[in-house]
C-alpha cells in the first residue's frame, strides 16, 4: 500500500481502519505514517493523524522512538486543531518519559486553560496531566483548581470528564 496515496484518497473511518490494519504492529509502515503526519502538507498531517491516534492505541509500544518529535509538533503554535486534538488522545494510552514530562505538561496547562481550544483538546490535555499526576502527585494542586474554576463554564463533554478526572485526583 503507498500510504501517501491511501491518505490522500479519501477522509473516512472505513480508510482509517484500512490504514490501521496496514500498519498493525510493523514499525516500519508505523515510522512511515509518522513521517508523513510530520512532513505534512496540511491536508496530509491532518489525515495521518486520524489512523496515528488509532495505531498507538492498539500498540502504544510504536511511539517511543518518535515521542520526542511529537511533542515538538504539538508545541507548534500554527497546527491545526485536529492535529492537537489526536496528539493528545495518542498522549492519553502511553506512558511519557520523564525527559518530556515537562514540555508536555506546560503544553497542557496551556491548552486546558486557553478558553480559545476546542474542547476535545481541552479534555484530552486533562486526561494527560491527570495521567502525569499518578506519577507526579505536586501536579494535583495546580490541575484540581483548574477544572474546578472551568466547570460551571464547560460545556456536558467538559463537565464529564471533569468530574471523572476530579474524582480520580482526590482519591
Known amino acids: 500500500m503507498n500510504l ?87 498522549f492519553q494510552f502511553i506512558h511519557i518519559p520523564k525527559s518530556l514530562q515537562g514540555k508536555v505538561v506546560d503544553l497542557c496547562f496551556t491548552f486546558l486553560s486557553g478558553g480559545r481550544q476546542h ?3 481541552r479534555v484530552f490535555a486533562m486526561t494527560v496531566l491527570a495521567n502525569i499526576a499518578k506519577i507526579k502527585p505536586e501536579l494535583k494542586n495546580e490541575i484540581i483548581p483548574l477544572i474546578e474554576d472551568q466547570m460551571p463554564f464547560g460545556s456536558a463533554g467538559f463537565r464529564s470528564r471533569g468530574r471523572k478526572v476530579l474524582k480520580d485526583l482526590k482519591s
Open 4 to 90: 501517501l496515496k491511501t491518505i490522500l484518497q479519501q477522509h473516512s473511518k472505513a480508510q482509517m481502519q484500512r490504514i490501521v490494519t496496514y500498519v498493525g504492529t510493523d514499525k516500519k509502515k508505523f515510522t512511515e505514517l509518522v513521517s508523513l503526519f510530520l512532513a505534512g502538507p496540511y491536508r496530509v498531517t491532518q489525515r495521518a493523524a486520524w489512523p496515528l491516534s488509532y495505531c498507538v492505541e492498539e500498540h502504544p509500544e510504536l511511539i517511543k522512538p518518535h515521542l520526542k518529535r511529537i511533542v515538538g509538533f504539538l508545541g507548534k503554535p500554527e497546527e491545526h486543531n485536529a492535529v492537537r486534538r489526536n496528539i493528545l488522545r495518542v
Open 119 to 121: 474542547v476535545a483538546i
